[in-house]
Protein backbone atom coordinates (compact mmCIF):
# COMPACT_ATOMS: atom_id res chain seq x y z
CA UNK A 1 0.00 0.00 0.00
CA UNK A 2 1.01 3.75 -0.88
CA UNK A 3 0.24 6.89 1.21
CA UNK A 4 0.62 10.32 -0.84
CA UNK A 5 0.58 13.49 0.74
CA UNK A 6 0.82 16.77 -1.49
CA UNK A 7 2.62 20.43 -0.73
CA UNK A 8 3.48 23.09 -2.17
CA UNK A 9 0.23 24.77 -3.66
CA UNK A 10 -0.34 28.59 -3.31
CA UNK A 11 -1.32 31.80 -5.32
CA UNK A 12 0.62 33.20 -7.37
CA UNK A 13 1.17 35.79 -10.31
CA UNK A 14 1.57 34.62 -14.06
CA UNK A 15 5.18 33.91 -14.94
CA UNK A 16 5.84 32.67 -11.30
CA UNK A 17 6.87 29.52 -10.24
CA UNK A 18 6.04 27.03 -7.59
CA UNK A 19 7.84 23.38 -6.76
CA UNK A 20 5.26 20.87 -5.39
CA UNK A 21 6.33 17.65 -3.55
CA UNK A 22 4.50 14.34 -3.00
CA UNK A 23 5.69 12.58 0.21
CA UNK A 24 5.41 8.57 -0.33
CA UNK A 25 5.12 6.23 2.70
CA UNK A 26 4.06 3.12 2.95
CA UNK A 27 5.17 -0.24 1.05
CA UNK A 28 6.40 0.94 -2.27
CA UNK A 29 9.60 0.51 -4.36
CA UNK A 30 11.63 3.13 -6.11
CA UNK A 31 10.99 1.29 -9.34
CA UNK A 32 7.57 2.20 -9.27
CA UNK A 33 6.00 4.65 -11.87
CA UNK A 34 4.47 7.78 -10.49
CA UNK A 35 2.65 11.12 -12.71
CA UNK A 36 1.14 14.39 -11.71
CA UNK A 37 -1.97 15.52 -12.79
CA UNK A 38 -4.23 18.06 -12.85
CA UNK A 39 -7.81 18.88 -12.44
CA UNK A 40 -9.46 22.49 -12.97
CA UNK A 41 -13.40 23.07 -12.00
CA UNK A 42 -15.92 21.35 -14.30
CA UNK A 43 -13.01 19.42 -16.23
CA UNK A 44 -11.44 15.93 -16.23
CA UNK A 45 -8.00 14.88 -14.59
CA UNK A 46 -5.93 15.38 -16.92
CA UNK A 47 -2.38 14.23 -17.15
CA UNK A 48 0.75 16.63 -16.29
CA UNK A 49 3.71 14.29 -16.01
CA UNK A 50 4.86 10.94 -15.72
CA UNK A 51 8.14 9.68 -13.80
CA UNK A 52 8.93 5.99 -15.11
CA UNK A 53 11.08 3.54 -13.55
CA UNK A 54 14.01 4.67 -11.82
CA UNK A 55 13.33 7.92 -14.33
CA UNK A 56 14.73 6.14 -17.15
CA UNK A 57 11.85 7.38 -18.85
CA UNK A 58 9.86 10.50 -17.87
CA UNK A 59 7.39 12.34 -20.43
CA UNK A 60 5.23 15.86 -20.07
CA UNK A 61 2.02 17.05 -21.47
CA UNK A 62 1.85 19.26 -24.36
CA UNK A 63 0.85 22.09 -22.26
CA UNK A 64 3.31 21.79 -19.68
CA UNK A 65 6.65 21.07 -21.74
CA UNK A 66 9.25 23.04 -21.49
CA UNK A 67 7.91 24.88 -18.25
CA UNK A 68 7.83 21.75 -15.90
CA UNK A 69 10.15 19.72 -14.59
CA UNK A 70 9.60 16.10 -13.09
CA UNK A 71 11.56 14.33 -10.02
CA UNK A 72 12.22 11.52 -7.99
CA UNK A 73 14.46 11.50 -4.79
CA UNK A 74 14.40 8.11 -3.55
CA UNK A 75 16.32 8.39 -0.30
CA UNK A 76 13.83 10.93 0.99
CA UNK A 77 10.59 9.14 -0.41
CA UNK A 78 9.12 11.93 -2.71
CA UNK A 79 8.43 12.95 -5.93
CA UNK A 80 8.43 16.57 -7.04
CA UNK A 81 7.07 19.15 -10.01
CA UNK A 82 8.97 22.16 -10.28
CA UNK A 83 6.84 24.39 -12.59
CA UNK A 84 8.06 27.41 -13.86
CA UNK A 85 6.78 30.50 -15.86
CA UNK A 86 3.07 29.53 -14.96
CA UNK A 87 0.45 30.88 -16.42
CA UNK A 88 -3.31 31.21 -15.74
CA UNK A 89 -4.43 28.47 -17.60
CA UNK A 90 -2.39 26.08 -15.22
CA UNK A 91 -4.95 26.50 -12.44
CA UNK A 92 -6.28 23.12 -10.79
CA UNK A 93 -5.70 21.14 -7.46
CA UNK A 94 -2.45 19.03 -8.70
CA UNK A 95 -2.06 14.86 -7.84
CA UNK A 96 0.27 13.07 -7.32
CA UNK A 97 -0.52 9.23 -8.33
CA UNK A 98 1.55 6.23 -7.92
CA UNK A 99 1.11 2.56 -9.62
CA UNK A 100 2.43 -0.14 -7.37
CA UNK A 101 4.48 -2.93 -9.24
CA UNK A 102 4.80 -1.53 -12.08
CA UNK A 103 7.29 0.87 -13.84
CA UNK A 104 5.62 2.25 -16.96
CA UNK A 105 4.05 5.60 -16.28
CA UNK A 106 0.38 6.30 -17.77
CA UNK A 107 -1.49 8.77 -19.16
CA UNK A 108 -4.64 7.77 -17.64
CA UNK A 109 -6.03 8.01 -14.47
CA UNK A 110 -7.35 4.84 -14.24
CA UNK A 111 -3.72 3.03 -14.53
CA UNK A 112 -2.89 4.67 -10.87
CA UNK A 113 -4.07 2.85 -8.19
CA UNK A 114 -3.04 5.42 -5.41
CA UNK A 115 -3.73 9.04 -5.22
CA UNK A 116 -2.90 12.17 -2.43
CA UNK A 117 -5.48 14.47 -1.47
CA UNK A 118 -4.12 17.20 -3.83
CA UNK A 119 -2.97 20.56 -3.81
CA UNK A 120 -4.17 24.07 -5.00
CA UNK A 121 -2.50 26.08 -7.09
CA UNK A 122 -4.23 29.44 -8.63
CA UNK A 123 -2.80 31.52 -11.04
CA UNK A 124 -3.27 35.01 -11.48
CA UNK A 125 -3.20 36.97 -14.43
Do not use: H
Amino acid sequence: QAQLAESGGGLVQAGDSLKLSCAISGRTFSKDAMGWFRQAPGKEREFVAGFGWQGYSIEYADSVKGRFTVSRDNIKNALYLQMDSLKPEDTAVYYCAYRLNEGNWSRYPRDYGYWGQGTQVTVSS
